[in-house]
């Protein structure tokens, strides 16, 4: 083929490109400006298919005789199409499909934008367009919220599969590392909210909160220790200590600790122990029971220990009416942690097996902890700004020879635990 005959052809190509180009943008625009978003998708994505197509025709035609001015043309349309796709908000136009892709409805979508935003937002550059923050955070969102890997998130959001992963990791550390603040003990008229509203639903005075564990479920962690995350089942998982009120709000949170560790273990690796003896209730005023002074306390399931501070059911085989009475008042009460981790487990990352490392496992279940409080503070701000922050992460592989530390009780600790329960399941026989 003659030089003339070449060049008409390259340009008879390059016409050709221009017009599908153009006619694909014009497409694209126009199915945005309708909002059909599914159609929208699957035409973005085969029109990125076609582009690129032609760009390698292109290439061949015009550079055929010149293999190292060969290269990859970037046309202003395809350009365009990335930029679109970069930016681009699918849209969720139902109540429905924001409760199932971000576990919240669209007002509260923007307002937890608005909240992480500042710590979010991305500069443009002379090279690309950043990501904006609504797509940054409804691609982490999304994540959490559905379990999605991050193949099924890329595609959703039109982004690449090392976007999703940064994205989300970002968030979970942005909450973690800069509203920690968000899981906090009320103190004041906060905490003594708290203790009443316990009261109003189970009878238990001086009541602050309910304690339990749960295990999450992890990828087996590399290095020495691994078997350290194997818990009775002979899982992998880490342990989430969470302290909650009768409304589902995390109060104390202390997670990543071994599967292997168990719940009363698990309270001694904590701070709780010591921020509850060095005064954490101290704001409400104990309770004279039956010669008996109750201070404020938690309340546990049977795995914990009695203790002054932390009622759990009695145990035995002839109990009394009284302790029968007592321990089923007692449990339906302690319900409300279980009722807490059954609405964290909603967020569908921590419902199968988190495919990251530890450290990320930690900061996602931190993650979602902090959002569940921010979404209930936002409907329900019983808190009046002053708490204390009790937020704990073990973000490193548990040592198994490590000493287990912690505060003991004495002797008469445990006395003065059972006058109160004594106390307590007296009282309790009269509502």
């Given at each position: 083929m003659d030089e003339e005959k070449k060049r008409v052809l390259a340009l008879a190509v390059h016409v050709l490109a221009s017009m599908v180009e153009y006619a694909i943008v014009m497409a694209v625009q126009y199915l945005e400006i309708m909002g059909d978003d599914s159609v929208s998708d699957q035409v973005r994505h085969g029109c990125l298919s076609v582009l690129a197509q032609l760009d390698a025709i292109q290439a061949s035609v015009i550079f055929h005789d010149n293999r190292k001015r060969k290269r990859k043309v970037k046309s202003l349309a395809r350009k365009r199409l990335m930029d679109m796709d970069r930016s681009a908000m699918?849209?969720?136009?139902?109540?429905?499909?924001?409760?199932?892709?971000?576990?919240?409805?669209?007002?509260?979508?923007?307002?937890?934008?608005?909240?992480?935003g500042p710590f979010v937002e991305k500069m443009n550059t002379n090279y690309k367009k950043s990501i904006p923050v609504t797509k940054r955070v409804a691609v982490a969102l999304f994540r959490l919220a559905t379990g999605a890997n991050y193949l099924t998130a890329a595609e959703k959001f039109s982004v690449g599969e090392s976007t999703v992963f940064y994205c989300t990791t970002e968030l979970c550390e942005i909450l973690c590392n800069r509203f920690k603040h968000r899981v906090a003990c009320p103190q004041g008229q906060g905490l003594k909210k708290a203790v009443s509203r316990f009261e109003a639903i189970s009878g238990l005075p001086n009541c602050a909160g309910a304690i339990n564990c749960m295990h999450l479920r992890i990828k087996r962690p590399a290095g020495p220790h691994s078997a350290e995350y194997?818990?009775?089942?002979?899982?992998?998982?880490?342990?989430?200590?969470?302290?909650?009120?009768?409304?589902?709000?995390?109060?104390?949170?202390?997670?990543?600790?071994?599967?292997?560790?168990?719940?009363?273990?698990?309270?001694?690796?904590?701070?709780?122990?010591?921020?509850?003896?060095?005064?954490?209730?101290?704001?409400?005023?104990?309770?004279?029971?039956?010669?008996?002074?109750?201070?404020?306390?938690?309340?546990?399931?049977?795995?914990?220990?009695?203790?002054?501070?932390?009622?759990?059911?009695?145990?035995?085989?002839?109990?009394?009416?009284?302790?029968?009475?007592?321990?089923?008042?007692?449990?339906?009460?302690?319900?409300?942690?279980?009722?807490?981790?059954?609405?964290?487990?909603?967020?569908?990352?921590?419902?199968?097996?988190?495919?990251?490392?530890?450290?990320?496992?930690?900061?996602?279940?931190?993650?979602?902890?902090?959002?569940?409080?921010?979404?209930?503070?936002n409907t329900d701000p019983y808190m009046d700004g002053n708490q204390e922050e009790d937020f704990m992460l073990e973000?490193?592989?548990?040592?198994?020879?490590?000493?287990?530390?912690?505060?003991?009780?004495?002797?008469?600790?445990?006395?003065?635990?059972?006058?109160?329960?004594n106390a307590l399941a007296s009282h309790m026989m009269s509502f």
């Open positions: 699918p849209r969720f136009t139902s109540h429905e499909n924001y409760q199932r892709m971000f576990k919240m409805d669209a007002r509260s979508f923007e307002w937890f934008c608005e909240q992480v194997l818990n009775e089942d002979k899982v992998h998982t880490v342990v989430t200590q969470a302290v909650v009120d009768s409304s589902t709000r995390v109060l104390s949170l202390a997670s990543g600790f071994a599967g292997a560790v168990s719940d009363v273990d698990a309270l001694r690796l904590s701070t709780l122990p010591h921020k509850v003896q060095g005064g954490r209730f101290s704001g409400i005023s104990s309770v004279e029971l039956d010669g008996a002074t109750l201070p404020a306390y938690l309340i546990g399931g049977p795995s914990y220990q009695l203790k002054p501070w932390l009622m759990v059911p009695y145990t035995g085989e002839s109990l009394t009416d009284v302790e029968l009475n007592f321990n089923k008042r007692l449990t339906e009460t302690w319900g409300v942690a279980e009722t807490t981790f059954t609405a964290l487990k909603k967020w569908e990352i921590l419902n199968g097996v988190m495919q990251v490392d530890v450290p990320t496992a930690v900061y996602m279940i931190g993650a979602v902890c902090i959002i569940h409080n921010m979404l209930l503070d973000t490193s592989l548990l040592d198994p020879t490590a000493p287990i530390s912690g505060v003991d009780e004495s002797p008469g600790d445990l006395e003065h635990a059972h006058k109160i329960r």
